[in-house]
């Protein structure tokens, strides 16, 4: 799936209204064509059939369908109700960031969907109940008014799920696991299980920048259309920024150059290739999991340190926010992030795609938790211990560098702190750098 693709499926994923919508013009068109069934098959049924079905008159038929629909309606505004007040729950206490992970819930889907469907269903059935007048036959549609009976207990049923679902949904360990999880299908998205390291790529001798077209966050690239791009008009291009990162209107995020030695790019031709580069990228108002990596650590650490804030003072949560980080960390040295390289048939790199290395990754989870955690012990303790799992998880050495440099931040930070005697040896003995060499 292509980078604009997958960037249109992630923005209905996470809207609250496709499948509601859906739903209730399903319920719709179900709720003209099941009474035109019931007119043709009325008086047809078999008797040990028609005992499961509705058997009263035209207004009790009435009574039942309009008592459907309005409580259905009730239930339905108190859903969105309780939504949102999560919505704002989640944002306030823990991180506005965290909205997404709300609205992509596909058990919230599914209930609205199911509310809405019932209130559209009942509400156009009761259209076709009709009384003797005027000459015309009573209609009582049996399997219409039945059906609405049924949604209509499965909507009690799925609204009791719905507040158990809520109830554990807006806990922070549920939060911060759903976070890990998507951030660990964005990892497996973009970086192959055996992904060569790729290294920083070729560098011009002079190259021309191309400005971004839009302003907003860097959502996703099209691979195939950016190659194809190139390929075209004999060029190489490397992106300087990776998903995730802001473009302005105007201003560079990318330099070309001429494939061929000593050629240099037109200016039509740099006018054509600007538009085309522009084409094969998404952005949008906020930053997503379709191809940012980044994304899911930016989340966990925006939760850590609200934790530690001195207004929710909660440490323990910044602690389990900290072993998740390390959990991705420990998935990534395994998967040699970094740049990835595009090629043509010849094998020569065309493209040059900018993506985050094990050490930004690790200074995003290192530097903002140290710098609002260091002073508790326990907070202290944990980074400590990320660092020595990702030693652990390394054991060629390839981020030995990286993680001997936080470990030195921590040393300095913990000796900065006021700790106490016995807290201070503890953490320093932990800081060691051969303990981290032996892990």
């Not at 290294?199 to 011009?204: K, S």
Request: hydrophobic content about 45%.
């Amino acid at each position: 799936m292509n980078g604009r693709a997958a960037h249109v499926l992630d923005s209905l994923r996470t809207q609250l209204w496709p499948l509601p919508a859906l739903a209730v013009a399903l319920a719709v068109v179900l709720g003209v064509a099941l009474p035109a069934l019931d007119s043709a098959v009325d008086g047809e049924l078999p008797e040990n059939v028609g005992v499961f079905l509705f058997s009263g008159g035209p207004e009790a038929a009435r009574s039942i369908l309009q008592a459907i629909s309005g409580s259905l309606i009730t239930v339905t505004s108190l859903t969105f109700s309780l939504t949102v007040v999560t919505l704002q729950l989640a944002s306030s206490q823990f991180s506005p960031r965290l909205l997404r992970t709300f609205t992509s819930d596909r058990f919230v889907h599914g209930t609205l969907a199911l509310f809405l469907a019932a209130f559209a269903f009942a509400l156009t059935v009761l259209r076709s109940v009709r009384d003797e007048s005027n000459g015309n036959a009573a209609f009582v549609p049996e399997i219409s008014v039945t059906a609405a009976f049924a949604l209509a207990i499965a909507s009690v049923v799925g609204l009791v799920l719905f507040l158990a679902h809520l109830a554990r949904e807006i806990r922070v360990e549920t939060m911060m696991r759903r976070v890990n999880l998507e951030a660990q299908e964005t990892i497996d998205r973009v970086f192959a299980e055996d992904r060569p390291a790729a290294g920083p790529g070729p560098v011009p001798a002079s190259g021309v920048p191309i400005n971004s077209y839009s302003s907003g966050f860097l959502t996703s690239v099209d691979k195939d259309a950016l190659l194809h791009a190139v390929k075209k008009y004999g060029a190489v291009v490397r992106l300087d920024v990776p998903p995730g990162s802001s473009l302005v209107v105007g201003v560079p995020f990318a330099t070309a150059w001429a494939v061929e030695r000593g050629v240099i790019l037109g200016a039509e031709t740099r006018e054509k290739l600007t538009h085309e580069v522009n084409a094969a990228l998404a952005t949008g108002f906020e930053r997503t999991n379709v191809q940012d990596v980044g994304f899911g650590f930016r989340q966990l650490v925006d939760v850590a340190v609200r934790a530690l804030s001195p207004g929710i003072n909660d440490p323990t949560t910044a602690v389990h926010v900290i072993g998740h980080l390390s959990d991705l960390l420990c998935r990534l040295a395994e998967r040699n992030p970094g740049p990835e390289h595009l090629t043509d048939d010849d094998g020569r790199i065309r493209v040059v795609l900018s993506l985050p290395t094990l050490r930004d990754l690790l200074d995003m989870a290192m530097d903002q938790p140290r710098k609002y955690g260091a002073r508790d012990p326990a907070v202290a303790d944990r980074l400590l211990g990320l660092l020595h799992e990702v030693a652990w998880c390394d054991p060629r050495g390839e981020y030995r560098e990286e993680t001997l440099d936080h470990l030195e931040q921590m040393r300095l930070a913990i000796l900065a702190a006021d700790y106490s005697a016995p807290e201070l040896r503890r953490l320093l003995k932990k800081a060691d750098s051969q303990g981290l060499a032996q892990a």
